[in-house]
């Protein structure tokens, strides 16, 4: 069965450092998401990415995020420079030909911040 | 602002017995997903509810829609220690084309032999 893939599974980072989070969504999907949780809490919407560019963002995603999908098959997640609160798990989603269908997630990056 | 809260947050129960989680939500939604999230892992897509009376069942698991009501329930019959884990429910709004999933806090599962 077709899956969502993420890498690396853990990321342990400096502050101010750059990261970059990597997906590979199932193919065929249009829709593209990133999502985080912070330990012990809930998920929540980073942003979503469809026809190669960005469809919406929440407050979180500011000027220190971006997303690219520089090659039809990776969807990346970078963050410019890390904050200590920028530690916890992201998700990745992607969503077939209608916006209504499931989100399929990968298995998270687990970011750290030190 | 979209706002989804289920209740209760942790659920400490038997096996065997029942029970149910309920997700409530603040404003006008069609569409509701539960998903199931082991501890350290993803999320797990459970159910789909796309209309108002929507009932899904799958094995023990039984998850219902009233969307005059803007609420979901998420019931448990005769439970078994394999449901133990973190339960969300989502609500979707549809902007610029795209979904954006509001998630409620989570309901942590345990079940006890």
């Known amino acids: 069965e077709p899956e969502v893939t993420q890498t690396p599974s853990h990321q342990v980072t400096q502050m101010g450092q750059e990261v970059i989070l990597r997906c590979v969504p199932i193919s065929n999907h249009l829709y593209f998401y990133w999502y985080r949780q912070i330990l012990g809490q809930k998920v929540e919407f980073l942003v979503s990415f469809y026809n190669n560019e960005i469809s919406e963002k929440s407050e979180i995603f500011d000027d220190q995020f971006s997303v690219e999908r520089p090659d039809g098959s990776n969807f990346t997640l970078k963050i410019r420079s890390t904050k200590l609160e920028d530690s916890a798990m992201y998700f990745c989603?992607?969503?077939?030909?209608?916006?209504?269908?499931?989100?399929?997630f990968g298995p998270g990056t687990r970011l750290t911040v030190l | 602002e979209l706002k989804v809260e289920q209740n209760p947050l942790f659920l400490s129960m038997q096996e065997g017995k029942n029970y149910t989680i309920y997700c409530n939500y603040s404003?006008?939604?069609?569409?509701l997903y539960w998903y199931r999230q082991d501890p350290g892992k993803s999320l797990e897509s459970l159910f789909v509810l796309l209309s108002n009376g929507a009932v899904k069942q799958e094995g023990r698991l039984m998850a219902s829609l009233d969307t005059k009501a803007r609420l979901s329930t998420l019931h448990i019959t005769a439970a078994v220690h394999d449901l133990s884990a973190t339960y969300f429910c989502a609500v979707d709004l549809i902007i610029q084309g795209a979904q954006k999933l509001v998630f409620g806090q989570g309901t942590r599962l345990t079940i006890n032999p």
């Open positions: 404003t006008t939604s069609d569409r």
């Open positions: 989603a992607s969503q077939g030909l209608a916006v209504t269908d499931t989100q399929y």
